[in-house]
């Protein structure tokens, strides 16, 4: 699968991240590439939705990664701040990737080499300049399921 969709606002962004939650089964790993602001702690709420998460989902990047319960266990993990798998690995958090059991969403995995290349499914985000602010442009999504 590869499909490309332009999110207009993060309610559309959010909507996504529900659809493609449909598609998700124990021990995927999902890809979110993309610039700071792009919309990936948006796409992983809607993720969060589509798995009948309710706990509020919050960015993880002070804790590296927190789970949710729901439909499959969401580990929502925030890789910026890692170097290596090794370091990954030092904290534990080689166990989700991939994940026993529930899925793991990853912001920044191109931080760490390799870790796009084992994701199941590749979501990149980036943001069309259409001469507005940030705050309201476009973003196109390509989702790609390896
Ligand atoms: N089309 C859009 N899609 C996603 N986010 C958008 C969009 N337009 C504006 N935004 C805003 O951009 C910001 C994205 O933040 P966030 O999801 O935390 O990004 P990231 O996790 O990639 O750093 C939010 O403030 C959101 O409201
Ligand atoms: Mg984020």
């Given at each position: 699968m590869n499909k490309t969709i332009i999110a207009h606002t993060p309610t559309e962004m959010e909507e996504i991240g529900i659809e493609l939650a449909s598609?998700?089964?124990d021990g995927m790993v999902v890809s979110l590439v993309g610039p700071l602001g792009a919309g990936k702690t948006?796409?992983?709420?809607?993720?969060?939705?589509?798995?009948?998460?309710?706990?509020?989902?919050v960015s993880p990047s002070y804790m590296i990664a927190r789970s949710y319960e729901g439909r499959l266990c969401?580990?929502?993990?925030?890789?910026?701040?890692?170097?290596s798998l090794d370091e990954l690995?030092?904290?534990?958090?080689?166990?989700?990737l991939p994940p026993e059991s529930g899925i793991s969403v990853v912001e920044?995995?191109?931080?760490?080499?390799?870790?796009?290349?084992?994701?199941?499914?590749?979501?990149?985000?980036?943001?069309?300049?259409s001469g507005l602010s940030e705050f309201d442009e476009d973003r196109r999504v390509n989702i790609s399921k390896q």
């Open positions: 598609i998700l089964t948006t796409l992983t709420k809607g993720i969060a939705k589509g798995l009948l998460i309710t706990d509020v989902v969401m580990h929502h993990i925030d890789a910026y701040r890692v170097s690995a030092e904290v534990g958090l080689d166990e989700y920044w995995p191109d931080r760490i080499e390799g870790l796009v290349d084992i994701s199941h499914i590749k979501v990149t985000i980036e943001l069309l300049d």
